[in-house]
């Protein structure tokens, strides 16, 4: 199905990228991983809205040890396609993070403008621990080098949408990950 942008240019789906049975798959060896890496130690897990809410969902259904989850959405002044840095919060956390280990849940880390303003808002708050989980990383794109400690896959330099990630809203519910055409 096309999808008019605003600027009036159609977008479509092309090519799967990442399939549903890939996805599942590498989010058990993630939950695995984090299991045993936080044993004992109730880590937060911070899902940036709204990108990260589906892995956040399929991540903790996957986890075995004691956890509580949290979210927090930050808007970043990008169009579309378009790419600036100007960040700010427009949900913030619920709860006093001070002293938790935290481990921020993310679809995608493309800029790396996002993250890097989060992980200093949240040293500001004297977080115990601090690391990064994220579904997708393009790494090509990175504008600030940021840790980011578990990833699912990597990904080129193309647009996708699907498991979370939208455009425009849209695709955020395609069970995979496919490049936007
Ligand atoms: P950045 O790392 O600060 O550039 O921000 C990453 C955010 O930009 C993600 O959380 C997404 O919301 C959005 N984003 C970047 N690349 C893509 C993409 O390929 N598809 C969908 N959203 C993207
Ligand atoms: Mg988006």
């Not at 995608?108 to 993250?115: K, N, Q, R």
């Not at 990904?155 to 809203?169: I, R, S, T």
Request: glycine letters at 6%; a negative charge; one cysteine or more.
């Amino acid at each position: 199905m096309e999808v008019t942008g605003r600027k009036g240019s159609s977008v479509q789906i092309g090519r799967v990228l990442i399939t549903q049975e890939e996805i599942d798959s590498r989010v058990r060896e993630l939950a695995d991983q984090i299991s045993a890496d936080y044993a004992e130690k109730n880590p937060v897990l911070i899902s940036l809205l709204k990108g990260g809410f589906i892995f956040l969902a399929d991540l903790v259904r996957r986890m075995t040890i004691p956890h509580e989850v949290d979210f927090i959405a930050v808007r970043s002044y990008r169009d579309g396609f378009a790419r600036s840095e100007r960040i700010e919060i427009v949900n913030d956390l619920k709860r006093n993070v001070s002293d938790r280990d935290i481990i921020i849940i993310d679809g995608i880390v493309d800029t790396g403008h996002s993250l890097s303003f989060l992980g200093q808002m949240l040293e500001e708050r004297r977080v115990r621990s601090l690391r990064v989980c994220a579904l997708l990383d393009k790494p090509s794109c990175r504008e600030i080098a940021v840790p980011v400690d578990y990833i699912g896959f990597k990904v080129p330099d193309v647009f996708v949408v699907g498991y979370g990630l939208d455009f425009m809203e849209r695709y955020r519910n395609l069970a995979y990950i496919a490049e936007l055409l």
